[in-house]
């Protein structure tokens, strides 16, 4: 039978979570400038752009957790 999960296994798994959330709204924020038909420059900026505003979103969604 498989047990309760331990409290690193449970924090390893959020830590998972949070990057997946971080990595999905930069990529989302890099295809939506796709349509504007940017730069690669532009393109990358949308792209670290959108990671930060994921990170800042998940730190205010996960706080101090």
């Known amino acids: 039978m498989v047990g309760p999960l331990s409290d690193e296994d449970r924090r390893s798994g959020y830590r998972q979570l949070q990057a997946g959330f971080v990595a999905l709204i930069g990529v989302s924020a890099g295809l939506i400038s ?11 900026g949308a792209v670290l752009g959108g990671i930060v505003l994921g990170a800042v979103l998940v730190a205010y969604l996960y706080g101090s957790s």
Do not use: D, H, M
């Open 34 to 44: 796709l349509q504007a038909e940017p730069t690669a420059f532009q393109f990358v």
